[in-house]
């Protein structure tokens, strides 16, 4: 297997890629995460919307931290009418506008659908707002209903979401 001179050089390609076309000078290219919707069809005995959503408040906190750490995104805060931004109340159009409107360069929307007991899916969208196009779109499936289980997919999502390039 022959070495390549400079294998890291794509990677700092892509991140140069990634860093650059801020909504502000200087700074990291801004995002905007709209709160991800849940649903639950997994037909459980127990109710566990309590649980459920503070796990999905956990989730995205969590989601907000890891994408701003290391300083290759900046989370920005859409403001919408009726607050708070989501997707139940607007279309991803308005979400994008309100978005750029606070300065973001990418749209990132999703929900989470609690299919069984063990098995849930999350999807997830980034809208690249000066384009209007989507650059980034997954379905992820994670295994288990426990903090354990959202805390994995979570940083792995927040990991995929990193390597969207930016336009």
């Given at each position: 297997?022959?070495?390549?001179?400079?294998?890291?050089?794509?990677?700092?390609?892509?991140?140069?890629?990634?860093?650059?076309?801020?909504?502000?000078?200087?700074?990291?290219?801004?995002?905007?995460?709209?709160d991800f919707t849940y649903s639950d069809?997994?037909?459980?005995?127990?109710?566990?919307?309590?649980?459920?959503?503070?796990?999905?408040?956990?989730?995205?906190?969590?989601?907000?931290?890891?994408?701003?750490?290391?300083?290759?995104?900046r989370v920005v805060t859409p403001h919408?009418?009726?607050?708070?931004?989501?997707?139940?109340?607007?279309?991803?159009?308005?979400?994008?506008?309100?978005?750029?409107q606070a300065g973001a360069d990418l749209?990132?929307?999703?929900?989470?659908?609690?299919?069984?007991?063990?098995?849930?899916?999350?999807?997830?969208?980034?809208?690249?707002?000066?384009?209007?196009?989507?650059?980034?779109?997954?379905?992820?499936?994670?295994?288990?209903?426990?903090?354990?289980?959202?805390?994995?997919?979570?940083?792995?999502?927040?990991?995929?979401?990193?390597?969207?390039?930016?336009?």
């Amino acid at each position: 297997m022959a070495l390549r001179p400079f294998p890291f050089l794509p990677a700092l390609a892509f991140l140069a890629t990634l860093m650059g076309g801020g909504a502000r000078a200087g700074e990291p290219p801004g995002v905007a995460i709209i709160d991800f919707t849940y649903s639950d069809s997994s037909g459980e005995p127990r109710d566990q919307t309590a649980e459920h959503q503070a796990r999905l408040k956990a989730f995205m906190a969590a989601l907000a931290t890891d994408l701003a750490a290391g300083g290759r995104l900046r989370v920005v805060t859409p403001h919408c009418d009726p607050a708070p931004c989501n997707l139940t109340a607007g279309a991803v159009p308005e979400l994008a506008e309100a978005a750029k409107q606070a300065g973001a360069d990418l749209l990132m929307v999703g929900g989470i659908h609690k299919m069984s007991t063990l098995v849930q899916m999350a999807k997830v969208e980034v809208v690249a707002v000066k384009a209007g196009r989507v650059v980034f779109q997954k379905l992820y499936t994670f295994r288990g209903d426990n903090d354990e289980a959202w805390r994995r997919a979570e940083s792995f999502i927040a990991g995929q979401i990193l390597t969207v390039p930016q336009d």
